[in-house]
């Protein structure tokens, strides 16, 4: 049975930002695009990933702000929606054109779940 799409889009959203707030020890502002995210415990997505950042990444003395914008207006939405989805399509038609474009400046990639993926979509010539 699928799950609810924000719960997905929400419990994504906490894996990107586990992954940066523990490799780096500055303040943050993190932006997500506005959409309706609220989970059955209310919370929104900004409310999830305050809470999980400074409960789980001992943060207290960091300032982090977490956003939503309307990528609509919002140009690095846009942008980041264009990447997100060429990589998306990439994987769908098995097509490594775009990958290969934007292969050398990618600083980090992951696949999920981690068990179904090998890596070869990303790093085939």
Same mark, same amino acid.
């Given at each position: 049975?699928?799950? &609810?799409?924000?719960l997905? +889009?929400? %419990?994504?959203?906490?894996l990107?930002?586990?992954?940066i707030?523990?490799?780096?020890? !500055?303040?943050? $502002?993190?932006?997500?695009?506005?959409?309706?995210t609220? /989970?059955?415990?209310?919370?929104?997505?900004?409310d +999830?990933?305050?809470?999980n950042? %400074?409960?789980?990444?001992?943060?207290?003395?960091?300032?982090?702000?977490?956003?939503?914008?309307?990528?609509?207006? +919002?140009?690095?939405?846009?942008?980041? !929606?264009? $990447?997100?989805?060429? /990589?998306?399509?990439? +994987?769908?038609?098995?097509?490594?054109?775009? $990958?290969?474009?934007?292969?050398?400046? /990618?600083?980090? *990639? !992951?696949e999920? &779940?981690?068990?179904t993926? !090998?890596? *070869?979509?990303?790093s085939k010539p």
């Amino acid at each position: 049975m699928g799950k &609810p799409k924000n719960l997905v +889009y929400n %419990y994504f959203a906490k894996l990107l930002t586990d992954q940066i707030f523990s490799k780096y020890n !500055d303040d943050f $502002l993190v932006t997500f695009d506005q959409r309706s995210t609220a /989970v059955k415990s209310m919370n929104s997505l900004v409310d +999830y990933i305050t809470i999980n950042a %400074y409960t789980s990444h001992q943060h207290v003395s960091r300032n982090i702000q977490v956003e939503q914008k309307d990528s609509k207006t +919002y140009n690095n939405l846009q942008t980041a !929606d264009i $990447l997100a989805g060429t /990589v998306a399509q990439a +994987y769908c038609r098995k097509s490594h054109h775009f $990958l290969n474009i934007l292969k050398e400046r /990618v600083v980090k *990639s !992951d696949e999920f &779940p981690r068990s179904t993926f !090998d890596g *070869s979509l990303i790093s085939k010539p």
